[in-house]
């Protein structure tokens, strides 16, 4: 199993290019990063993750959004909107009712196309200049595929993405196409578009954008360090725990890479580690399964069925990097109904901040860990909000009150207030249907 510490001196081996080379997870193989288009280890086809000749610390940082953290990532700037600095909100009434010392949300909806993608995206299509390629492509369950169309777009690059057919919510395809992108709609779920998005790479024809490709979590990575740092500044120590919804996996193994690398270079103790704690959606909950069966693999589950189709993903790749990073950090792994999550959006929308069902899961797994005792009272907590309300507009609707009809006088308006049943109202308008 991975230890929570990188190497103490980083050596850079012979492929590194200014600092920066990708080693493999697995048998620790050494790639040069910028040579060749490699998404995974040449040797063995394990998963790559960046590696740096020197740790970050924060007195490192300066400036705002993702591109504060350069010293933590391969180059100095990329192709900006700019992304990152969300706000961590403060959410009173739900501190209260699951009765936490603290309780913050992080907001990621407010990245410029609404998703956290945007933080990976702008590190990834920057590595994509740097190879010089042409065509950029993914596979989505909608978001990602609306960061690479705008940061492509940004780039003047081309952009291929690959959606499963009628289960991407209609705010992120229209995001996608209206910034130019090629939309494939493939009869099949989101693993299959990624089967075949990851055929095409591997035969030349696209620069591959998914979380498979490790630079995207180098960008995602900044996630944590913002938390650590607004935490600290705010409450004087970084909080206990992270909750975050869980569908590839990345961003669990981004953030897991983030602490591993803030204790490498002595800003972070091993004790103060948040406890990473996935949650899933019970129709697709590959992850929770490999947690509370101790495996070290996930099953790929063939059938996945969720209203948070942002999370509707039966084989999460990037399950090597974030199982060790659930396990060393004493973190969990939890599933909650759709029910749960719909109610869990309800309840951030009481405080003002609106989000598609998908980040409501970290709510609502939350509060499951709550009530069955796994989470303290005691605990500071941060959850992850991933996606805005508006990219799931109809998921909104149909949780949220149903409009009203009224007639156009203001005196029938205020018996239709007080209760009242008004000529021209709903009823009236269903009678001349009749
Ligand atoms: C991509 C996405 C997720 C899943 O993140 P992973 O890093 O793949 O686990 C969750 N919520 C939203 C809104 C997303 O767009
Ligand atoms: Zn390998």
């Known amino acids: 199993m991975t230890d929570l510490t990188l190497p103490d001196d980083p050596d850079p ?7 920066v080379w990708l080693t493999c997870i697995d048998c620790g193989h050494d790639v040069a990063p910028f040579d060749d288009i490699v998404y995974t280890c040449p040797e063995c086809d394990a998963l790559l993750e960046a590696r740096y000749d020197s740790h970050p610390t924060f007195d490192a940082f300066e400036g705002s959004g993702v591109w504060r953290y350069s010293a933590a990532l391969p180059f100095e700037t990329g192709v900006t909107l700019p992304e990152g600095a969300t706000p961590l909100h403060y959410v009173p009434g739900l501190e209260e009712e699951l009765g936490l010392r603290n309780l913050r949300v992080k907001h990621e909806g407010m990245n410029p196309t609404g998703s956290f993608k945007d933080r990976g995206m702008t590190v990834g299509v920057r590595v994509a200049e740097e190879l010089g390629v042409d065509r950029l492509a993914c ?6 595929s609306a960061a690479l169309a705008a940061y492509g777009a940004r780039a003047g690059l081309e952009t291929l993405v690959l959606l499963p057919e009628g289960k991407v919510a209609a705010g992120k395809v229209a995001q996608a196409s209206l910034h130019g992108a090629r939309i494939l709609e493939v009869d099949g779920n989101f693993d299959a578009c990624l089967d075949r998005v990851q055929d095409l790479a591997d035969r030349g024809e696209a620069y591959l954008l998914n979380s498979l490709n490790p630079f995207r979590l180098e960008g995602q990575k900044t996630i944590g360090l913002e938390i650590l740092e607004e935490f600290r500044d705010d409450e004087g120590r970084f909080p206990d725990r992270i909750v975050l919804p869980v569908g590839n996996a990345g961003n669990t193994a981004a953030l897991y890479k983030c602490f591993r690398e803030l204790v490498a270079g002595g800003d972070l103790a091993p004790g103060d580690v948040p406890k990473l704690t996935g949650v899933q959606a019970e129709g697709a909950a590959p992850m929770v399964e490999a947690i509370e069966e101790g495996n070290d693999e996930t099953r790929r589950w063939p059938e996945v069925e969720t209203v948070a189709t942002a999370i509707r993903i039966g084989n999460p790749v990037n399950a090597p990097k974030a199982l060790p990073g659930i396990r060393e950090t004493g973190g969990t792994a939890v599933a909650v ?3 749960e999550i719909t109610s869990a959006q309800r309840a951030l ?9 998908a980040s409501a899961a970290s709510v609502a797994g939350l509060r499951k860990l709550r009530e069955q005792g796994e989470v303290g009272a005691g605990e500071d907590v941060v959850c992850l909000t991933t996606g805005h309300l508006l990219k799931d507009p109809d998921a909104a609707a149909a949780a949220g009150n149903d409009p009203q009809p009224v007639p156009n006088d203001t005196d029938k308006i205020l018996r239709h207030l007080a209760g009242e049943n008004v000529e021209g109202g709903l009823l009236s308008r269903l009678r001349s249907l009749l």
């Open 349 to 357: 929308a009481g405080e003002g901040i609106g989000v598609e069902p």
């Open 13 to 19: 081996p012979d492929c590194a290019d200014d600092g």
């Open 139 to 144: 596979a989505s369950t909608g978001n990602t």
């Open 337 to 339: 109904s759709d029910e």
